[in-house]
């Protein structure tokens, strides 16, 4: 993958704006580590910009302090939101339909820069990028990789980062959006006006993690937790003859593992991560009682799920929870949630009266579905 850049004359208000940015910063009661401030690439103590409160009584002391943010904002200090997706309700969404088309975890965070303010020192980051200019304008550098497609544990060195080719220079504006595979080294320079820009990182799972998830499954194979022998660190031999057993036994366990048990732990990592989207849903537990055969229901959108039968049990795992149901009721679980709009009555071939009324009060209150929205065929 390359590095690429795209000039979009729209912009990304949808998601995040500079009145988004004023009303979170000074309205919401932010705290640490939803937020940090930056100068030069270097970190500003957080007593700085932050201040102690009582709420009943607990004390904090990780509370945003607007007037000393915005002081040092004013004095060249980068403001960075952090984690957006959990906090942020058009970042998360956002966030999540790219997660559902890359099957990839996304973080999201933002970096509001002062005018003439310097930008970010040479680096890479270990997780695709792809920044979203919001407002303003910014200055990038995008240098040939140090390491092609580096791990968490393959830190940026600043200074061979900057030493590295330059592959281009580009101004982002308004609505432009640059690509920035992990491994890539790159830099933002001041700027003559303000900048706020959105970067979302691809937390990607990699055949790291696989082989990761392949150890961990090692693990419930007796053969693979038994202790070295006394004495192997003092003992060439024997060490070499401990280890070489180990590898033969791995090797021989190795062909006898089933990939589709990886496959599916990884699979379950992502979905049980990814927490469905709740925006109106004391709304929608308060009306429970008025959930009848007239109700339009679907599953509500940005939401991953995974179904799996097991036994007589049926298991919806809906990212923080997992919903137990009676096997049979599959085929009326699957058509609730399969993304169009269904009248709860609809069912009728499949459950009886009160049966789907319960079924579907019950994947309401689980977040699983929501009311409202044209009827469908059913």
């Not at 912009?11 to 937020?35: I, W």
């Not at 792809?130 to 990789?145: C, D, I």
């Not at 799972?205 to 090692?218: E, G, I, K, S």
């Not at 795992?317 to 058509?335: I, Q, S, Y």
Request: hydrophobic letters at 45%; one cysteine or more.
């Amino acid at each position: 993958m390359a590095p690429h850049l795209w000039r979009h004359p729209g912009t990304f208000d949808d998601v995040l704006s500079l009145a988004d940015v004023d009303r979170a910063l000074t309205g919401t009661g932010l705290r640490r580590p939803a937020f940090r401030l930056v100068r030069d690439g270097d970190a500003i103590p957080p007593g700085r910009y932050t201040r102690s409160a009582r709420t009943g009584r607990s004390q904090i002391d990780d509370l945003i302090d607007p007037g000393r943010v915005l002081d040092l904002f004013a004095d060249g200090a980068t403001i960075v939101l952090q984690g957006l997706q959990r906090w942020w309700e058009p970042a998360a969404r956002f966030c999540r339909d790219l997660e559902l088309a890359l099957g990839h975890p996304l973080q999201a965070n933002a970096y509001l820069t002062p005018p003439g303010a310097a930008g970010l020192a040479p680096h890479h980051d270990t997780h695709d990028v792809f920044v979203l200019q919001v407002a303003g304008t910014k200055h990038w550098v995008v240098r040939e990789p140090m390491l092609d497609i580096p791990l968490p544990r393959h830190v940026s060195d600043h200074g061979a980062a900057a030493a590295r080719p330059v592959l281009f220079e580009a101004d982002l504006a308004e609505g432009d959006a640059l690509y920035l595979p992990r491994g890539v080294v790159h830099s933002a320079t001041a700027q003559e006006g303000v900048s706020l820009h959105l970067t979302l990182g691809v937390l990607a799972t990699t055949t790291h993690d696989v082989l990761r998830a392949v150890l961990d499954a090692a693990a419930d194979d007796v053969a693979f937790r038994r202790s070295l022998p006394p004495g192997w660190p003092y003992d060439d031999d024997l060490a070499g003859r401990a280890v070489k057993g180990i590898v033969a036994d791995l090797v021989d366990w190795l062909g006898r593992l089933d990939p589709a048990t990886v496959a599916a732990a990884l699979r379950d990592r992502f979905v049980a991560n990814r927490t469905p989207v709740l925006d109106g849903q004391l709304h929608e537990v308060l009306a429970l009682g008025t959930v009848a055969d007239a109700t339009v229901v679907r599953r509500r959108a940005a939401t991953i799920l995974h179904l799996a039968r097991d036994g007589d049990a049926l298991r919806l795992t809906l990212g923080d929870r997992e919903v137990v149901l009676p096997a049979p009721l599959e085929p009326a679980v699957r058509r609730l949630t399969d993304g169009a709009p269904h009248r709860v009555g609809d069912l009728a071939d499949l459950l009886d009266g009160p049966s789907r009324l319960v079924l579907a009060r019950r994947l309401i209150r689980e977040g699983a579905l929501r009311t409202g929205g044209p009827a469908g065929d059913g």
